[in-house]
């Protein structure tokens, strides 16, 4: 599938733009995604297996990264897909302020 812009009309140039720039804010926050789950995996993965055998003492402290990281995550998630709307609605209501 070929990446090319369309030419002539502008609001068709514009649209282009716009959701080129839309997919690379979704493709950016699934590699977050991607690379958040796997970083966990391994830190979980590490955790159950360098502990006692037998007795698995789970404290709190070992999953800082995991909660922190995960509420980073969702923050982006809400940028990327809820944060578009905002944006049209705020620039709709600006543009109307000017007439």
């Known amino acids: 599938m070929e990446n090319r812009m369309p030419e002539g ?3 068709e140039k514009i649209r282009y733009l716009n959701a080129q720039k839309r997919v690379k804010e979704i493709r950016g926050f699934y590699a977050h ?13 590490f955790n159950i297996l360098y502990h006692e055998l037998g007795y698995m003492k789970i ?12 509420i980073i995550v969702l ?3 809400g940028f990327v897909f809820l944060g578009n709307d905002w944006e ?3 620039i709709r209501k600006l543009m109307d302020k000017e007439k």
């Open 59 to 70: 404290k709190i402290n070992q999953f800082y990264s995991l909660i922190i990281w995960g």
């Open 88 to 90: 049209k609605r705020k």
């Open 75 to 77: 923050i982006h998630a």
């Open 9 to 11: 009309n502008s609001d």
């Open 33 to 45: 995604l991607i690379s958040f789950v796997a970083v966990n995996i391994v830190i979980i993965i």
